[in-house]
């Protein structure tokens, strides 16, 4: 079962240009973290938000987290066409165990 | 090793047969997960070892799948008589375990069933 959900499910934009993500999730939690993922292999971690945060900041990448309205969003500015590949947000449901959203496929136009 | 092995990375079958995909986690590493990705679809949980607790099976699809580990290292993931939509990359994945811990990613075994 999946308990995010990605929106958009595929974004296209030019270089330079910010690229906005957002997640939605069911249940409470204690962290949600970020992942990217390309050509369809292994995924890598990008950032983790706990759930007492609102706002964190990694690089070009920016992360919210709105537990009243159970959503995330991960901002990546100043995009990349190396910045090209699908993203997802995972969280822990009441246990440690990761379950990952739908995911975003992202494609920057150089 | 440095990182989450796993192996075959490519695996072509045929339908009915049996096959076994292995997973070698980072050395230490507690906490051991296998997904299912088909083509452009998300990640499905499939099944996740903690420490000696007894493995968290509520992901996998049938009973034709099965996985063990051993020794609290090794994990094996076994489709029994394997059909068309058993084609997928599965992923491998392991972690410290805990809550907030970034699980690392091997890059996945791609089976199709022919």
């Known amino acids: 079962s999946q308990q995010g959900e990605e929106d958009p499910q595929a974004l296209s934009i030019q270089e330079g240009e910010n690229a906005t993500m957002n997640c939605s999730y069911k249940?409470?939690?204690?962290?949600l973290q970020w992942y990217r993922q390309n050509s369809g292999r292994g995924l890598v971690h990008l950032i983790l938000?706990?759930?007492?945060?609102r706002e964190k900041h990694s690089g070009r990448l920016r992360v919210t987290l709105d537990t009243s309205k159970k959503s995330s969003s991960l901002l990546i500015t100043a995009s990349r066409a190396a910045d090209t590949a699908s993203y997802f947000c995972?969280?822990?449901?009441?246990?440690?165990?990761?379950?990952f959203g739908t995911g975003t496929r992202l494609q920057v136009f150089p | 090793g440095a990182g989450v092995s796993q192996s075959p990375s490519n695996k072509v079958t045929e339908k009915g047969k049996d096959v076994e995909l292995r997973c070698d986690p980072i050395?230490?590493?507690?906490?051991l997960y296998w997904y299912r990705q088909s083509l452009g679809q998300g990640l499905e949980f499939l099944i996740y070892?903690?420490?000696?607790?007894?493995?968290?099976k509520s992901g996998l699809p049938s009973d034709r799948f099965s996985a063990e580990r051993t020794g609290g290292s090794v994990s094996t993931l076994t489709i029994q008589r394997t059909q068309q939509e058993d084609s997928a990359v599965y992923l491998c994945?392991?972690?410290?375990?805990?809550?907030?811990?970034?699980?690392?990613f091997g890059e996945g075994s791609w089976l199709t069933v022919v």
């Open positions: 994945a392991s972690s410290l375990g805990g809550y907030g811990n970034t699980i690392y």
């Open positions: 249940t409470s939690i204690n962290n």
């Open positions: 938000i706990r759930s007492n945060e």
């Open positions: 995972a969280t822990a449901p009441g246990t440690d165990k990761l379950i």
């Open positions: 050395s230490g590493h507690t906490a």
């Open positions: 070892f903690q420490g000696n607790s007894a493995p968290d």
